[in-house]
Every structure is written in C-alpha cells, then in structure tokens.
C-alpha cells in the first residue's frame, strides 16, 4: 500500500514569506507527528496529532509554527514570517495506535530560506 | 530530559566486515527502541523496532539488541556491503509527557568496496 506522502519535495522562499508544507498519512493510521531535521540539532520533534484530540504542540520552536490536521487525515504545517533559522527538513510520520507504535516516515520536505 | 547518544558519528570499513552501532538513551522509561536508516537526501527507512519488553530482534543480516536497564541498544551488520552504507539512527520513542520519538545524532556508515 502508499506510504506517507509529503509535498512540496522541495521549497525555496524568501525570508518573511509564509510556507505550507503537507503530509499524508498511510491510509488508516490515527497518529501523526512532524519532526525537523537541521544540521545542527539533529531530528527534533515538533507536534503530535492522535486522532481528533487536540495535538501535543510542545516541540513548536516558536509561534510562527502551526499546524492542523483535517478529517483526521491530511495535515499541514505552517511556518509564518520565515526565517533563515527555518531551513531544515521537514519530516511527516504516522503510525497506528494499535500494537507496536512503529513510525513510518515520508520523504520530507527540505526547505530553504533566502 | 530523555537524551539519546551513538557512538561513533562516522565508521569506513571494508566490504565483508561485521559491524556494531552503538546507541545509549538517559532514561529507561521507554515503549520501544527504533533503528532507521538514512540515504542522503531521502526520508528515513524503519529497519528494526523492538518493545521495551524484548531483548532483541533480527531481519536478515541485521540484529539490534536492548538492555533497557543500561541504556543502551546495538545494531549489528554481518556480512558489511557497499550497498549498506547511509546513516543510521537510533531513536526512543517515549509515552510520558510529549508522545515522540527522540534521535540520536546518527553514524554515518561507509562501506569500502
């Protein structure tokens, strides 16, 4: 079956633009993470959806950072008022609720701030 | 603060060689322990994933192994190929306040024809 899908595959904006990035799921799954991957701190978490509870927004880096999740499906993450500090990959996982909690990742988005 | 180290951050080995990657994580309050692997510029691919509750877990030439009281977890290559190389990384995921998967820095692997 698909696996979790994300796009754009590659986003270049200007400083101070606004940037949504997208994420699929696998079909049936009921959790969805972002995380960022930046060269210097690594992969860090960002925000945890599980169904229609409301997301565990704990690993914003700032207010800019949101996101929505529609239909317990789809999600988008928006960075408004980017920054250079904001370029990094972003990375869209899912996984069931049910049995082991395995992650399952997509390709992520790499975004670059000019 | 869950904290997630591997050790080394870079190996080069010649083809054929078995291998251990080293992972260690500050808290052994954890629900599971996955390996990835990383190929620049693409996503990262589940290699192996073991519950709390298991000592290990083997797929193919690869075997990750967990001792959740110490802290630490290897994965070991047998048979090493030009093919496996890419990063790898080790990552806790923990239930406790903020449900997530917590990395480590990741080794990159390099294996020499």
């Known amino acids: 079956g698909a696996g979790v899908s994300q796009s754009p595959s590659n986003k270049v904006t200007e400083k101070g633009k606004d940037v949504e990035l997208r994420c699929d799921p696998i079909s049936g799954h009921t959790a969805l993470y972002w995380y960022r991957q930046s060269l210097g701190q690594g992969l860090e978490f960002l925000i945890y959806f599980q169904g229609n509870s409301a997301p565990d927004k704990s690993g914003l880096p700032s207010d800019r950072f949101s996101a929505e999740r529609t239909g317990g499906s789809v999600s988008t993450l928006t960075i408004q008022r980017t920054q250079q500090e904001d370029s990094a990959v972003y990375l869209c996982a899912s996984s069931s609720r049910q049995g082991s909690y395995e992650q399952y990742f997509g390709p992520g988005t790499r975004l670059t701030v000019t | 603060k869950q904290e997630v180290t591997q050790i080394p951050a870079a190996l080069s080995v010649p083809e054929g060689e078995n291998l251990v990657l080293n992972c260690s994580f500050t808290d052994s309050a954890i629900y599971n322990l996955q390996w990835f692997r990383q190929d620049p510029g693409k996503g990262l691919t589940s290699l192996l994933l073991?519950?709390?509750?298991?000592r290990e877990q083997t797929s193919g030439r690869l075997n990750a192994s967990l001792d959740k009281s110490s802290g630490r977890s290897t994965l070991y290559i047998a048979a090493s190929q030009p093919g496996d190389s890419a990063t790898y990384l080790c990552a806790v995921f923990i239930v406790q306040g903020a449900q997530k998967l917590v990395f480590g820095q990741g080794t990159r692997l390099t294996i020499n024809p």
């Open positions: 073991i519950q709390s509750s298991q």
